[in-house]
């Protein structure tokens, strides 16, 4: 990992959510709202993204803890941000402190995502 991550730094990112980022694995009489596994993988990809302008060739990160409360609905259709900050680099392990928004500005979700770097080769054989 390159030596200029330190805590402090951030990154948000503006999705328009669809359907299939909705509560359909409720059934087909749920109604048409962004789901919170949707909001874990837009947090997860903005902690992503961010690192990814910090790591070395052959590393990468992957999460290993996900804290996160999902505050209020938002339905399908509408813009929803996640706002990501580094809060402490401990050795390997990045922690963030994450929250999403919706486009009428209701805070939607708030929490903790912890990321890990990883070797992608050692990462790939120690899975086979």
């Known amino acids: 990992m390159k030596p200029e991550l330190k805590p402090g730094v951030s990154d948000e990112q503006t999705i328009t959510t669809t359907a299939e980022m909705g509560i359909v694995h409720l059934g087909p009489d749920a109604p048409s709202m962004y789901s919170t596994p949707a909001m874990v993988s837009l947090i997860e990809g903005t902690c992503v993204r961010l690192l990814s302008r910090y790591v070395e060739a052959g590393e990468q990160s992957v999460g290993y803890r996900i804290d996160i409360r999902h ?10 941000t996640a706002k990501v900050a580094l809060r402490e680099v401990n050795g390997r392990r990045y922690i963030f402190d994450v ?25 790939a054989k120690s899975t086979s």
Do not use: S
């Open 71 to 80: 505050l209020a609905p938002t339905p399908v259709g509408k813009q929803v």
């Open 99 to 123: 929250e999403c928004w919706n486009e009428d500005g209701v805070k939607i979700g708030e929490g903790l995502h912890e990321r890990a770097l990883i070797d992608i080769n050692r990462f």
